[in-house]
């Protein structure tokens, strides 16, 4: 089954302890990005890769990383989280980079809490 | 940055009626996209538009794109309980490869 795997679904943690967030695709997609989204706010972009090896920033990548070291995985990373981090996250990967011509599938989401 | 206006932000209307979503911004878009998300999971692409005064059917659905590229609009017909989810309009960057999202239309159809 085509899907994208995020881990974990929920997450609770303090501030300043180092998280990641691990996000797979088995549909050998090139495009793959990170959105977080808040209420009042709606999804907003984070981090987008187009390849291997090639990153960059969204709308809001104050306080992220990425990596893109093999083609199905996509981890995000926070290496210092603060309470302002706490939202819904969704990785989501694409054929290709052209998103009008090619359907963009979303993960089930990782709801993150930093207390 | 580019902006995407949705509204209403809420609707609740009881099964059979019809509704029109809206999505409004001052910037041209490439193309735009309309998708639904349930409780607990992901968006969903519903549909892409790309030409200016473009429409699409899907069932109940129809989605229109404004002559100027700037706006578009989701109206259901007859809504049913199985299309109550959150909409979300996307409009596609000039570099098509990224998003703008609006904020979403939560829709409540109840029996």
């Not at chain 1, 090139?30 to 920033?57: F, H």
């Not at chain 1, 302002?84 to 052209?98: D, K, P």
């Not at chain 2, 700037?70 to 000039?94: E, F, M, R, W």
Request: net charge positive; aromatic share 10%.
């Amino acid at each position: 089954e085509a899907q994208v795997t995020q881990n974990p679904r929920y997450l609770i943690t303090v501030t300043g302890k180092k998280l990641t967030v691990t996000c797979s695709q088995n549909m050998n997609h090139e495009y793959m990005s990170w959105y977080r989204q808040d209420p009042g706010l709606g999804l907003r972009q984070i981090y987008y890769s187009m390849n291997v090896e090639v990153t960059d920033k969204g709308d809001v990548p104050e306080g992220y990383k990425v990596s893109r070291k093999e083609k199905r995985n996509f981890p995000l990373i926070l290496e210092s989280p603060s309470p302002n981090q706490t939202s819904l996250y969704f990785c989501a990967s694409s054929f290709s980079r052209v998103l009008a011509k090619n359907i963009q599938y979303f993960g089930a989401g990782t709801r993150l809490s930093v207390l | 940055t580019q902006l995407l206006e949705q509204s209403p932000q809420f609707l609740s209307i009881q099964e059979g009626e019809n509704l029109t979503v809206y999505c409004n911004s001052s910037s041209v878009f490439s193309s735009l996209q309309w998708y639904r998300q349930e409780p607990g999971e992901g968006p969903v692409l519903l549909v892409t538009v790309v030409t200016g005064g473009e429409v699409k059917k899907l069932k109940r659905l129809t989605f229109q794109f404004g002559d100027a590229r700037k706006d578009s609009s989701l109206h259901i017909t007859a809504a049913q309980p199985g299309d109550t989810g959150l909409y979300l309009c996307a409009g596609v960057n000039s570099g098509y490869s990224t998003l703008t999202f609006g904020k979403g239309t939560m829709l409540l159809v109840s029996p």
